[in-house]
Each structure stands twice: as C-alpha cells, then as structure tokens.
C-alpha cells in the first residue's frame, strides 16, 4: 500500500469518528451555553430580590400606591416597587402573565406566625410559598420569626426555562420558570401595613 492510499484511508477514519462525536461537542457548546445563562439569570433574580426587600425593609410607612396591581413597566413616575424590581430584572419579566412579584408582611404575635398583608402583580398562577394574608405563614426550613417580630419578604418569579439554544436536542423545555426570595426585617422595627 503506498503512502497515498494510507493518508487518505486515515483522513476518511478522522471524518467518521468526527461525524460520530460532533453531535456530542454541539449538545455540550449548546448546553454550556444555556447552563450559563441560566445562572446569570438565577443571579440576576437573586439579587433583584435581595435589593427590592432592602428597599421595602428600609420604609417608615408603605403606601398602597407604591403597589400598582396591574403595574408591568421597567419605569413609573412615582415611588413604585413593582417598577423597581421590574426594572431590576430587565430582560427578565416578573410581572404580567410572564411573571409575578409578591411583597409580604409576616409576623409572629407570640401564639401564632402568619401573614399580615400581601401586595402582588403578575400572573396569580405563580403562588406566594410564604402563604396567603391571614393564615399560618411557611417559612424556609430552620428559619424562625422571634416572638413580637416581624419580616419582609419578596418573591420574584421569572417564566424562562433553561433550554433555549439546545432545546431541540433536549426535547423537553425543563423548569418553566425562575424563582428568587429574600427575608428582611423592618428596619422601623416594627411591620408596617401599606395604607
């Protein structure tokens, strides 16, 4: 066998293990690159969370007009929570049918832990895992709200799932959606109501 003939039986060996494992190598590029986005978003979210509960922490008095229900808008004119996680989170919806931001107030008044007051916008479909005003609150596991204390806490929820560019290759879309929350208590010391 010349030398020919053997360079190009090898070239044809390396294409076919080639067109064996691209498919391997574009699902990983494809699937690194989503699990990247992914995080940031996760991150994004976290700390759009963190910040917004800051802010509501940080009030003397809360306001029902800071808390627009049908408001869905990167800016607003006046003081607005749900604008500001919104604008927080830009791309990210968390707010219309895409998304839902929720602000709650829990206290424990030394018999029972429960949710004083909700303000939310967004798709209703996304529920509050701290509960709903005027029941028993579900707090994060170890987590406990002293006697006479109380907390905020916001909830964020993005509806992106995580496979976008190797979705085709993953065949099922995943989570369909991203979820953040922070707990804070008042800065006031104690929970005020919106009014």
């Known amino acids: 066998m010349n030398r020919s003939r053997r360079f190009r039986s ?3 060996v390396a294409a076919l ?3 064996f494992v691209a498919p391997m190598l574009v699902l990983l590029l494809l699937g690194g690159v989503d699990v990247m986005i992914w995080f940031q978003n996760k991150f994004r979210l976290d700390n759009a969370a963190g910040a917004l509960g800051n802010m509501v922490a940080q009030a003397q008095t809360l306001s029902l007009s800071a808390f627009p229900a049908a408001f869905c808008s990167n800016s607003a004119a006046a003081l607005n ?5 919104s604008q927080l989170t830009d791309p990210l919806v968390v707010c219309g049918t895409a998304g839902a931001t929720i602000v709650s107030g829990i206290q424990n008044d030394g ?3 429960k949710v004083i007051w909700q303000e939310r916008t967004g798709d209703a479909g ?3 895992l701290f509960g709903t005003p005027g029941n028993a609150a579900s707090l994060p596991k170890g987590y406990t709200v002293p006697n006479g204390h ?3 806490t916001t909830e964020l929820y993005s509806g992106v799932t995580p496979w976008k560019y190797s979705l085709a290759i993953m065949g099922t879309p995943g989570p369909s959606y991203l979820y953040a929350y922070s707990v804070f208590e008042p800065r006031s010391g104690k929970l005020v109501t919106p009014q």
Not at 81 to 85: M, T
């Open 17 to 19: 293990e080639f067109a």
């Open 10 to 12: 090898r070239r044809g």
């Open 150 to 152: 109380s907390i905020i």
């Open 111 to 113: 018999t029972t832990t």
């Open 126 to 128: 996304y529920p509050s």
């Open 81 to 85: 929570y749900f604008a500001v996680a």
